[in-house]
T-cell receptor, first 116, second 113 residues
Framework: GEDVEQSLFLSVREGDSSVINCTYTDSSSTYLYWYKQEPGAGLQLLTYIFSNMDMKQDQRLTVLLNKKDKHLSLRIADTQTGDSAIYFCADLEREEYGGATNKLIFGTGTLLAVQP | NAGVTQTPKFQVLKTGQSMTLQCAQDMNHNSMYWYRQDPGMGLRLIYYSASEGTTDKGEVPNGYNVSRLNKREFSLRLESAAPSQTSVYFC????????????FGPGTRLTVT
């Protein structure tokens, strides 16, 4: 099956930029997502990128996609202590037979620790 | 509009006991999912339902059963709980289009002793 990999931990100082990296194996990937999970909570979609895009910017968030290397990154500018959380990269595995099936393949998550 | 709700929030079971985790969504989504989250392993798909009346196995279905009761509700049943099923369980739902975004519930933290 397809696989998504992330580093487990990243520590940054408040005000610095954070870059969280992800690699995936799916050659036919269509959508890739970044989810955020705060302690004790469910997952919240931060942003996504369609596979025909190289970059997507949304306020402090910048997503870069390198399809050739199957590499996705999430940059958070001016990182705040409220950004401390686990960040998950996910790949959409879409199948269409009879009815569409959409499954997410998640990475292990990267714990972002922001030091004041 | 509550989104995706899950009950209970916490549960402790003894080995061999059974229980059902409940999930409901009020967004009229066709697809619903059950995941488990374990440290260092991300989220793994247990079962999913692409539409009312259909269910399919995901990556880790052993030891679980599901029921898509209607379009709103998707339950997960542990018939004979084992310590290996200690985990946090998340339900999610999604719609066709709109980047197929999945919306997650707050989770159920299950401990099997």
């Amino acid at each position: 099956g397809e696989d998504v990999e992330q580093s487990l931990f990243l520590s940054v100082r408040e005000g610095d930029s954070s870059v969280i990296n992800c690699t995936y194996t799916d050659s036919s990937s269509t959508y890739l997502y970044w989810y955020k999970q705060e302690p004790g909570a469910g997952l919240q979609l931060l942003t996504y990128i369609f596979s025909n895009m190289d970059m997507k910017q949304d306020q402090r968030l910048t997503v870069l996609l390198n399809k050739k290397d199957k590499h996705l990154s999430l940059r958070i500018a001016d990182t705040q202590t409220g950004d401390s959380a686990i960040y998950f990269c996910a790949d959409l595995e879409r199948e269409e037979y009879g009815g569409a099936t959409n499954k997410l393949i998640f990475g292990t998550g990267t714990l972002l620790a922001v030091q004041p | 509009n509550a989104g995706v709700t899950q009950t209970p929030k916490f549960q402790v079971l003894k080995t061999g006991q059974s229980m059902t985790l409940q999930c409901a969504q009020d967004m009229n989504h066709n697809s619903m999912y059950w995941y488990r989250q374990d440290p260092g392993m991300g989220l793994r798909l247990i079962y999913y339902s692409a539409s009312e009346g259909t269910t399919d196995k995901g990556e880790v279905p052993n030891g679980y059963n599901v029921s898509r009761l209607n379009k709103r509700e998707f339950s997960l049943r542990l018939e004979s709980a084992a310590p290996s099923q200690t985990s946090v369980y998340f339900c999610a739902s999604s719609e066709e289009g709109n980047a197929y975004e999945q919306y997650f519930g707050p989770g159920t933290r299950l401990t099997v002793t």
